[in-house]
T-cell receptor, first 114, second 112 residues
Framework: KAGVTQTPRYLIKTRGQQVTLSCSPI?????VSWYQQTPGQGLQFLFEYFSETQRNKGNFPGRFSGRQFSNSRSEMNVSTLELGDSALYLCASSPGDKGVYGYTFGSGTRLTVV | QKEVEQNSGPLSVPEGAIASLNCTYS??????FFWYRQYSGKSPELIMS????GDKEDGRFTAQLNKASQYVSLLIRDSQPSDSATYLCAVKAGGGADGLTFGKGTHLIIQP
């Protein structure tokens, strides 16, 4: 069974640009969530989707957005990139609603903003 | 603000001994509790989940939950060098709100 797939693995962007990251959940998983991991702040929740609806959003500015498609694949977008957006972005999927059974993480996308 | 606290370590344990990792959380409404293992440069891997007070065992791992004390722990028996990693405690509120809140992790070193 394939795991959570994130693309691309690495990205280098310039300040002010925008970026789109992609996530394909485990087959059959309908809940997808996104996290940002930095050395200083650790893992922080960005948002969660279930059946194409955003269920929850973390404490991040509106420059961070996402969506989920009918096949459960998800994308997140960051506009007007700032140096502080450099981080590992992790996508996670869960079999049920609300993630009560835990989340399986993908390998992440390492974003560097220069 | 929901918080999850862990001792950052490093926690050094001899091979074959029991490693004990602890976590406290602030939100009394939390319903689901998870332990993730993260090797350097890799993504977190779910190793244990626990939902009710008491102990839950899975192989060499035992998770313990005490909701009255807002405390979660992970015991690793017969520690192996391959257990050396950062262990992240994660908590989810009841009703599915707010995603997972993670602690900053405990760096565990198993000494051969």
């Amino acid at each position: 069974k394939a795991g959570v797939t994130q693309t691309p693995r690495y990205l280098i962007k310039t300040r002010g640009q925008q970026v789109t990251l992609s996530c394909s959940p485990i087959s059959g998983h309908r809940s997808v969530s996104w996290y940002q991991q930095t050395p200083g702040q650790g893992l922080q929740f960005l948002f969660e989707y279930f059946s194409e609806t955003q269920r929850n959003k973390g404490n991040f500015p509106g420059r961070f957005s996402g969506r989920q498609f009918s096949n459960s694949r998800s994308e997140m977008n960051v506009s007007t990139l700032e140096l502080g957006d450099s981080a590992l972005y992790l996508c996670a999927s869960s079999p049920g609603d609300k993630g009560v059974y835990g989340y399986t993480f993908g390998s992440g996308t390492r974003l560097t903003v220069v | 603000q929901k918080e999850v606290e862990q001792n950052s370590g490093p926690l050094s344990v001899p091979e074959g001994a029991i490693a004990s990792l602890n976590c406290t959380y602030s939100d009394r409404g939390s319903q689901s509790f998870f332990w993730y293992r993260q090797y350097s440069g890799k993504s977190p891997e779910l190793i244990m989940s626990i939902y009710s007070n008491g102990d839950k065992e899975d192989g060499r791992f035992t998770a313990q939950l005490n909701k009255a004390s807002q405390y979660v722990s992970l015991l690793i028996r017969d520690s192996q060098p391959s257990d050396s990693a950062t262990y992240l405690c994660a908590v989810k509120a009841g009703g599915g709100a707010d995603g997972l809140t993670f602690g900053k992790g405990t760096h565990l070193i198993i000494q051969p």
